[in-house]
């Protein structure tokens, strides 16, 4: 009883928060605050409403925003499997040589202090201005986030269960995937969460940075919009970019987690 | 006592870790021992004497000198033929239930017939008083429940050898003598040799057909048959004098 009200009462908080929010907002829109410039910083909800549907229904220079979505999720998604891949393989790697181990965690170390914006010219000298540089800083975003807690989770993972595995004959590659790497779900469960946010942002970040013709992406079309001066338009773009954000969060790492550490009781 | 088979043989076992100033410490020196099939060897010893040690030497965990033979077998690695029971709660793996923390072993083993899984986790189960849990993860059991689907899963393995480390010490006294009694009904039923590692003289008198108290570096004490009858009760006859002198040999 208790917790549901605490619940109901969470959202009650919530939305009003969030009509307020609104409500000044549309009224500093229609107070012209900011004088000319009112339009470009506060442009009503109802222009936002607007572009939000424009947005959809016509797109920009005949390209559709679903174009723009999907290849950015395109990317996004080549760029985390193969970041995730290959996080398993090498940290798998890692666990079974001890000198991999050394300079993995070194490399590693290194290369998680590095944002992948800042790597874009090399990247973009090595692969030319196509989707592979988007793909490659994905990759990056994941990767090493993804590694370190995995590096940690098989450091963290007790003792007991790797020699209850062993004593029932399990070695190599079946004590890899049958012990070490599901011990670590909670490690691994946070890395995606750190990983996805990181690849998020790095994505919007390049394709803002430069746009692929070939390839156009949520990014890009900010920036078009910007150039345009079509703020209402650069707005509503925010506010998909915040939506899939917290469809990624609540529909997929959620139910992740909910099915893995939370049944198996390895997590509050 | 020639004809007895030896399920267990262990020549010149020795053992050492190394201390913080990297000088070697003996836990074990030129220790022998043999167990015979079916019995159960219960070992007393203050902590630090290199009972578990010894355990863990058995299982293959620890690199040794010395051999552990198993039906004559010499062992080097750990395996099926020696299962170990530890005394930490939190020996199934907590991302399976407990069906598949039985059946996981088993499959390993090459047994995949789903009906003849099914069966053997039910019997085992039942074996242990825990009907109907199947699907339960293991957070959702009690402490004492997890320590027996832990024995549920070693037995349903059909070891040689189950080696029992404390299993029942982090257990309220209630618990554990209800345990106690089940482990003792098991072992009677079961085709398989016991060496349970106790502090309490107690448990290793109920339990042990066979009974030894170990002392610091590894040196054994005492070691004879327990001839006192069964069920064992603090009130059956001879069990005041074992008491005595097990609890002597440990106070020495």
Redesign the interface.
Known sequence: MDKSRRRIQRIIVQVIFLISVAIIWEVTAKAHVFGERSELVFPTLEAIGTAFIRNFTEGYANVSFWVYILNSMKLLLIGLFMGIALSFVLTGFALMNKVFYDIYNLVVSVFDLLPGVALLPVVIVMFGINPAVIVFLVVHAVIWPMSRNMLDGFKAVPRIYVEAGKNIGMKGMKLLFGIYIPATTSYIVSGMKVSWARAWRGLISAEMIFGIASCPGIGLYINQMRTNMKNAEMYATLIVIIIIGVVVQYGILEPIEKNTIKRWGMTK | MMNKEIALEIKKLNKSFLDENNEAEDILTNFNLQVEKNEFLCILGPSGCGKTTLLRCI???EKCQGEILVNGQQKTE???D???V?Q?F??L???KTVEKNIQ??LK??GIKDKAVLDQLTSEYLEKVNLPGIQKK????LSGGMKQRVAIAKALA?KPQIILMDEPFAALDAMTRNKLLAEVQNISKTEDCTFMFITHNIQEAIVLGTRVMVMASGGKVKFDEKNTIEHPVTPASEGYGKLWKRLHDALEE
């Open positions: 299982a293959g965990f750990p395996g099926i020696r299962i170990m530890f930490d939190n020996q793996f907590p991302w996981y072993p390993q083993q993860y293991p957070h959702q393995l």
